[in-house]
């Protein structure tokens, strides 16, 4: 199919390929020239024109209105924007966030989606909690803040990634100190939430540059894959994580088409993903979920590309529900299953994935469909929201510290003590490391790739 595009997001792919292909000499060179340009991509994200400024909020036409970041904030405002996702494709809206009630609102109804930007959102949240407290006593507004910061994590236990930016933010909290005044704790935090936002855009530029070079064939040869869930920027907040590498594939020069698997019970792949390729000229086609596996026996697909929740410290992975079947389905035809996650989504605190949360979300999603009821009334409801994938089922990690393959426990202890020097310039995460809230495992050389 030829699907319409958006020229703004098309050329903003066009210059992120070119820098990849010219520094592809040395793909860490690749990686840490797009440091730099991922990080000044993010101020998308922390200013830029809203969709309306002001007065009501706009509806615009999806398939004209161009590229958008799926959350903008304005400090001075005191406000989060957000694109209300449970409109695409149809309509671009915004929702403004004032407060925790607003985020967790946004969350729970499918309006936000995808772990990386639910976790940016929370930290953004937090900050707007504190700037709206700035005249309040210090211990209300410390038990505000905190009150806000619980809200957020119940949203979403099973998110490594929520959890690690509201452990930062309430770290910076600590740090500011008891009897700090309004003004210092709104500025502490929104610096933390400002780093936490420009190191996933960063984290999500580099492994995006380094799942290049995971994908299988040639550069220049033909590439089908299956892509499941939203992992485009929408889920991501600017590049995004495994579908990006195939927006940026494609922009590179490389034959690409992607399958997406239409990921019930929200279709965030058939409206979500699906959007997002069409508006940067991709090729896809989309694929019920329960005909994806049976499409990758067949031998139509060479990859098939998720992201994560939750990483363990084996290499387990927790993933948006229907996963593991197309693990399943992955290794038994030899297909390699690539998972593109930052480390944040890396939780060394879970051994194991039989360790981890798994998320069960509510029925309604799945009694109803755009409104309409598709199950008997009074019908039990199971909808658990994640499942897990073992490690073994798993062909390779693609982190922003490298691609981590088997045995993972030593790769990824090692990808984690890049990641937390990287981040030790950041005030919240010195703060949480010196307290012992997070721990990282002993780090040994990690496998040749």
Known sequence: MTPPTDPDRRRFFRRFAGDVVTSMGSVLGAAQTLQQQSADAARELLAGEPLAAGGPPVEVDASTAGYRAPFRWDPAEGVCRVIDQRRLPDVLVELELRGAADAVGAINDGALNGSPA????????????????????PFARRATIRGAANALRTTRPGSAAMAAALDRMLARLDLAGSDADGDAVADALRLEAEAIVGE????????????????????????????????GAMGGGQFGTALNVMTVAHHAGRPVHVLVAETRPGFVGS??????????????????????????????????????????????????????????????????????????????????GEEATIEEGRPGPVMRVAGT?????????????????????????????????????????????????????????????????????????????
């Not at 639910?118 to 006593?137: E, I």
């Not at 073992?390 to 984690?416: D, F, K, Q």
């Open 118 to 137: 639910q976790a940016q959102v929370a930290a953004v949240t937090l900050a707007v909690v504190a700037g709206r407290s700035r005249t309040s006593r």
């Open 200 to 231: 996933a855009s960063s984290d999500h530029g580099a492994l995006v540059t380094l799942g290049l070079g995971a994908l299988p064939g040639q550069p220049d040869e033909p590439l089908h894959v299956l892509v499941a869930g939203t992992t």
């Open 271 to 352: 409206r979500i993903a699906a959007w997002e390729l069409s508006q940067a000229g991709v090729p896809y086609a989309i694929v019920t979920d329960a005909a994806a596996p049976a499409c990758i026996a067949e031998g139509e697909v060479a990859a098939v590309l998720v992201g994560a929740d939750r990483i363990a410290a084996n290499g387990d992975v927790i993933a948006p529900a229907g996963t593991y079947p197309l693990a399943l389905a992955a290794a038994d035809a030899g297909v390699p299953l690539l998972v593109f996650a930052a480390t944040t989504a890396i939780d060394p605190a879970t051994p194991t």
């Open 373 to 449: 009821r598709i199950a008997p009334e009074g019908s039990r409801i199971r909808n658990p929201v994640q499942d897990l994938t073992p490690a073994a089922l798993v062909a390779a990690l693609v982190t922003e510290e490298g691609v981590l393959r088997a045995p993972y426990p030593p790769a990824i202890a090692t990808a984690l003590e890049r990641a937390s020097a990287r981040r030790s310039a950041s005030p919240g995460f010195a703060a949480l490391g010196s307290a012992g809230a997070a721990t990282t495992p002993t780090a040994q050389p990690a496998p040749a790739p």
